[in-house]
Antibody
Framework: QVQLQESGPGLVKPSQTLSLTCAVSGDSIRSGGKYWSWIRQHPGKGLEWIGYIYYSGSTYHNPSLKSRVIIVGDTSKNQFSLRLSSVTAADTAVYYC????????????WGQGTLVTVSS | QSVLTQPPSVSAAPGQKVTISCSGSSSNIGNNFVSWYQQLPGTAPKLLIYENNKRPSEIPDRFSGSKSGTSATLAITGLQTGDEADYFCGTWESSVRLFGTGTKVTIL
């Protein structure tokens, strides 16, 4: 079955760049028909979609995050990564990666999530 | 702040039925499919319903979804203690994926 696993530092200092990686097994990020996405959940809050990367390398992210988001793929390792720059305490959240099925945009499966705390 | 509004909480006794509403607009729910996710305590969200009313094969038929106009509804029948969780609706608007505010289901 398809599995996703997030990894990365659990603590990031304010103004630095948050970097996370999602390792995919059971599917290929080089195949079409799906987007590879990042979603976050602030403590005790709802879900916020961050953005996605397509097999072609094209990306799209939530305009609310302005130009702080970069999503890149590594087809040799079948993984994709999130970089969020200039972080503040407001970026403290659990970060999930998920596969988004095209064309009707539902997310399945999700990774287990990783908590990232922004603090000095 | 999410533009998809859900009631903060609903509750019912085991065996009973609950419904969770997800209210949006013509720009999102009104013109796109809706999905639903279950988030058990301390775990990642899990897909329950996709394309308004379809269930993945592993999801029991106690869970059902519907959509009418700019609102969607998730119904859970035959409530079980294991259904106690947060539930989120999802859709999109202008290519931005949206999630509902979330509803906590409590089993009395």
């Amino acid at each position: 079955q398809v599995q996703l696993q997030e990894s990365g530092p659990g603590l990031v200092k304010p103004s630095q760049t948050l970097s996370l990686t999602c390792a995919v097994s059971g599917d290929s990020i080089r195949s079409g028909g799906k987007y590879w996405s990042w979603i976050r959940q602030h403590p005790g809050k709802g879900l916020e979609w961050i953005g996605y990367i397509y097999y072609s390398g094209s990306t799209y992210h939530n305009p609310s995050l302005k130009s702080r988001v970069i999503i890149v793929g590594d087809t040799s390792k079948n993984q994709f990564s999130l970089r969020l720059s200039s972080v503040t305490a407001a970026d403290t959240a659990v970060y999930y990666c998920a596969r988004e099925v095209i064309p009707y945009n539902w997310f399945d499966p999700w990774g287990q999530g990783t908590l990232v705390t922004v603090s000095s | 702040q999410s533009v998809l509004t859900q009631p903060p909480s609903v509750s019912a006794a085991p065996g009973q039925k609950v419904t969770i509403s997800c209210s949006g607009s013509s720009s999102n729910i009104g013109n796109n499919f809706v999905s639903w996710y279950q988030q058990l305590p301390g775990t990642a969200p899990k897909l329950l319903i996709y394309e308004n009313n379809k269930r993945p094969s592993e999801i029991p038929d106690r869970f059902s979804g519907s959509k009418s106009g700019t609102s969607a509804t998730l119904a859970i029948t035959g409530l079980q203690t294991g259904d106690e969780a947060d539930y989120f609706c999802g859709t999109w608007e202008s290519s931005v994926r949206l999630f509902g505010t979330g509803t906590k289901v409590t089993i009395l």
